[in-house]
Nanobody, 127 residues
Framework: EVRLVESGGGSVQSGGSLRLACAIS????????MGWYRQAPGKEREAVAT?????????MYADSVKGRFTISQDKDKNILYLQMNALKPEDTAMYYC???????????????????WGQGTQVTVSS
């Protein structure tokens, strides 16, 4: 069973930075889609960034975070990261890590909903 545990959320002022981490356990395949999502109060959940473990150059970002957020993977430690810079109040949300291991894996790993989710970590950005 795949398990995800997020950490690194917190409160920061506008313009600040945070790094989220997602520890992934319980899978053995090299083929897995991984992503970060967020949901603000009263809004639908949205994909923030995704990465394909088979090809770490296959990365996608939501337009709202391009140039500010960076998704990366530590394969040795099975940790997914989201470095968030130049944070804005509108980035305030619950952030979730999600993955699509086999049989859900689909090469390319787009900005769509994945099947296995973590519990989330809160990010609050004040102006």
């Amino acid at each position: 069973e795949v398990r995800l545990v997020e950490s690194g959320g917190g409160s920061v002022q506008s313009g600040g930075s945070l790094r989220l981490a997602c520890a992934i356990s319980g899978y053995t395949s090299v083929s897995i889609c991984m992503g970060w999502y967020r949901q603000a109060p009263g809004k639908e959940r949205e994909a923030v960034a995704t990465i394909d473990s088979e090809n770490v150059h296959r990365i996608m970002y939501a337009d709202s975070v391009k140039g500010r957020f960076t998704i990366s993977q530590d394969k040795d430690k099975n940790i997914l990261y989201l470095q968030m810079n130049a944070l804005k109040p509108e980035d305030t949300a619950m952030y979730y890590c999600a993955v699509d291991p086999p049989p859900y894996y689909s090469a390319g790993c787009g900005l769509y909903e994945y099947n296995v989710w973590g519990q989330g970590t809160q990010v609050t950005v004040s102006s």
